[in-house]
């Protein structure tokens, strides 16, 4: 290693411990070595490579995809081009850039500082230090947050106990001391000649500010346009204005009063009664102060479900032939968003979404906070019913002010309300229409309609009626094959739960799940289905047939009971069957709560010989630590891929996970493969087995065992 090198690396340590890489970028030869740097060690051969890569400008672009937050990506990229940095650090001996990563699931603030060296005859080189400041930067905004609260708490000491301020606008200076001179024994007072002035003054002490006094006629900016600005302005339009004016005829009072003044005073002033006005209105500010801290959301600023219920019933009293629309919006994957990226990520994402709702409230309209990523608004429509591609322009372009990418929000809407019902019954309409499109790809908007009060009463008769379908085997077990991608060949199926109804017939997993999954009857249904998939193995055998492994559906409840493994083990030991026939499989969101503890069961499982699949990857927040860090051997991509898979984009990042999968000795089943297009596409992609209806559609035992025979043998 040279003398420069090493000289480098040492003043690079020097200024910060916590450097994590260092970069040396030859720009002659514009190619590159990157270094993970580890404890005090200064050799560079001793050293592990962060990467094989060497040209910069390709490594540094793979940086920034693979890492760095999409937000931060583009000027990341701007900002480290190598001509731009030639010309920056000839004018200046270093330059330095923050920007935020996602390590492991979580949010990091990482800074990195370059800086050229020409000591090497010849030879330039740019070295470039990268270090993880998440902790420095929390310990600084800290700071600063304590140092302005003491600031904060030294002005309040320094006033006189229960004195407000007030601010008088007036440009004559004689009527200006005559209001200070009633005032000041009373009031803190703050002073300005004309409009202009007075908003400095507001933008440096608005929260101070309890009343203005405002003189209507100055030159420059007068009274009129003051108000207007003041009241346009959401941090000042709270604060109340008494004009003071000669001209107090009742037009001019009236006129004042619609540009939003709370008040109106005549001169030449009564002390008295002017002194008055200015308690009373303090008094209604601070009583409306505090109902506002009552009904108004602490995260988002808005209201409160209750305080929704109370001004939405306000607003269907005062309008009570119009027809109005209830939408509820819930953020699809929210717990994924707060347990991958961070609780401060998931407040970014709520109060911005908040603040789009925010920007679209009129007097028509009321919103508010319904709870944890629900949304809640009343709408009075202009017209017979709401106006869809309207709302999908809102919705579009709030998803585009996210602070990540990806947001899917769902809506569910109850129009053409009915005046007779309360407000929590129409809200609950609007949910009813919101579960019709939770986790429907590509459907945003559920519309309330009278079947789904049908349909309610059907979810609590199937709550109802699930004990005895469990004691009185009206549960079928469906079989879904999965086949070689290239071969054909069957390798394996899907066991998928179907439930005859006596009263409503045949049902579709659909139907049932959810409400399985709200009640926790789940781990009762997942289990009937592994003790029926071992029995059904073992007859098979029994009969000469040659099977494949089954795998079969296992919920995040269900990890929660200590004996899972052992209720498995008794089924394939009262079966006489190895354990390589049956495999659990698992979603990706079954990891989102104490994932150590439901990796380590999966691990047990996999140690006893049953392998593991992850289904639905590629869904919501995948993440690549999931096929890293936990026990599994086959993924499953989801249909979605299938549905765009003409889509280049989502074609090559389907492309990619298989490539992954593959790097990572992992099984590949690609489902929702219909068509022998998509065959033909995903067979070339490299995966390995296939899953859809372009072999078969989920069937019966009795036609799997017919199925068993005809591809097996």
């Known amino acids: 290693m040279s003398n420069e090198i090493q000289r480098i690396f040492s003043i690079l340590k020097t200024v910060a411990e916590d450097y994590i890489v260092l ?20 050799d560079y051969s001793k050293l592990p490579k962060w990467t094989e890569a060497d040209d910069y400008q390709v490594c540094i672009s793979d940086y920034a995809n693979m890492f760095i937050m999409s ?46 060296s020409n000591e090497i005859p010849d030879e330039p080189h740019m070295f470039i230090g990268i270090r993880d400041v998440t902790e420095t930067v929390k310990y600084e905004a800290r700071s600063r947050e304590i140092a302005e609260y003491e600031n904060y708490k030294q002005e309040l000491m320094a006033r006189p106990a229960g004195r407000k301020t007030l601010l008088v606008v007036e440009d004559d200076e004689i009527s200006r001391q005559m209001l200070v001179g009633l005032l000041e024994d009373e009031y803190d007072i703050l002073q300005a000649e004309d409009g202009e002035s007075a908003l400095d003054v507001l933008t440096r002490s608005y929260q101070d500010i309890s009343v203005i006094l ?89 209201l409160t479900r209750q305080a929704f219920y109370r001004h939405a019933e306000q607003l269907l009293w005062q309008y009570p032939d119009d027809n109005f629309c209830i939408m509820i919006s819930d953020i699809e994957g929210f717990k994924q968003i707060n347990d991958r990226f961070g609780r401060r990520m998931g407040d970014k994402v709520l109060t911005t979404f908040a603040g789009v709702l925010a920007q679209a409230e009129t007097a028509d309209r009321v919103i508010g906070r319904y709870d944890s990523d629900r949304f809640i608004a009343i709408v009075r429509t202009a017209g017979d019913s709401v106006d869809i591609p309207i709302l999908e322009s809102i919705v579009d372009s709030s998803i585009i002010n996210m602070p990540m990418p990806d947001i899917v929000i769902k809506y569910g ?13 129409l809200c609950d309409r609007a949910i009813m229409a919101l579960r019709t499109v939770k986790h429907i790809y590509d459907v945003r908007f559920g519309i309330f309609n009278e079947n789904m009060l049908l349909n309610e009463a059907r979810e609590h008769n199937i709550e109802k009626s699930m004990r005895d379908a469990y004691d009185n085997d009206q549960f079928r077990i469906y079989y879904q094959p999965k086949h070689d991608a290239t071969t054909g060949k069957l390798l394996g199926a899907e066991a998928l739960l179907r439930w005859q109804h006596p009263e409503y017939g045949f049902m579709a997993p659909g139907e049932f799940i959810p409400v399985f999954e709200r009640t926790g009857f789940i781990t009762w249904a997942d289990y009937y289905v592994f003790k029926r998939t071992c029995i059904n193995q073992r007859k098979w055998l029994n009969k000469g047939i040659r099977i494949v492994p089954v795998s079969v559906n296992a919920s995040r409840v269900d990890f929660n009971h200590p004996d899972f493994l052992d209720k498995i083990v008794v089924n394939l030991t009262r079966n006489n069957l190895a354990a390589k026939y049956m495999h659990i499989e698992v979603t990706e969101t079954a990891f989102s709560n104490n994932i150590d503890m439901i990796a380590g069961k999966l691990k047990e499982c996999r140690d006893y010989g049953i392998k593991v ?15 890293t860090d936990l026990p599994i051997d086959v993924v499953k991509l989801d249909m979605v891929f299938m549905k765009q898979i003409h889509n280049p984009k989502k074609s090559r990042v389907l492309n990619a996970c298989i490539n992954l999968a593959k790097e990572l000795d992992l099984t590949t089943v690609v489902e929702g493969v219909e068509t ?35 591809h097996m043998g």
Request: aromatic fraction near 10%.
């Open 214 to 302: 405002l003189d209507m006629i100055m030159p420059g900016m007068n009274g009129r346009d003051f108000l207007a600005r003041m009241k346009a302005d959401k941090l000042y339009r709270s604060i109340p204005v008494i004009v003071t004016t000669s001209n107090n005829t009742p037009d001019e009072e009236a006129r004042c009063l619609e540009m939003g003044a709370s008040d109106f005073v005549s001169k030449p002033y009564n002390p008295k009664v002017i002194i008055s006005r200015i308690r009373n209105l303090i008094k209604l500010r601070e009583s409306a102060a505090m109902l506002a801290a009552v009904e108004t959301d602490e995260l988002t600023g808005l």
């Open 71 to 116: 937000e931060d990506r583009a000027r990341f990229m701007e900002a480290t081009k190598l001509n731009r940095l030639k010309v920056v650090l000839a004018s200046q001996r270093e330059f330095v850039i923050d920007y935020d990563v996602v390590l492991e699931g979580k949010r990091h603030h990482f800074e990195g500082r370059f800086t050229i």
């Open 613 to 627: 699949e992850l289904d639905d990857f590629g869904t919501g927040y995948s993440s690549l630590n999931t096929l």
């Open 413 to 425: 809407l109850y129009d053409h309300v009915d005046h007779t019902l309360p407000i929590a019954t």
């Open 676 to 710: 022998e297009d998509q065959l033909y596409i995903v067979k070339n992609f490299g995966a390995d087995m296939v899953q859809g209806y372009y072999y078969s559609k989920p069937i019966p035992e009795e036609e799997f065992e017919q199925y068993l025979r005809e």
């Open 23 to 42: 970069i040396d970028v030859n720009l002659v030869t514009e190619k590159e070595v990157q270094y993970q740097i580890q404890g005090d060690d200064l």
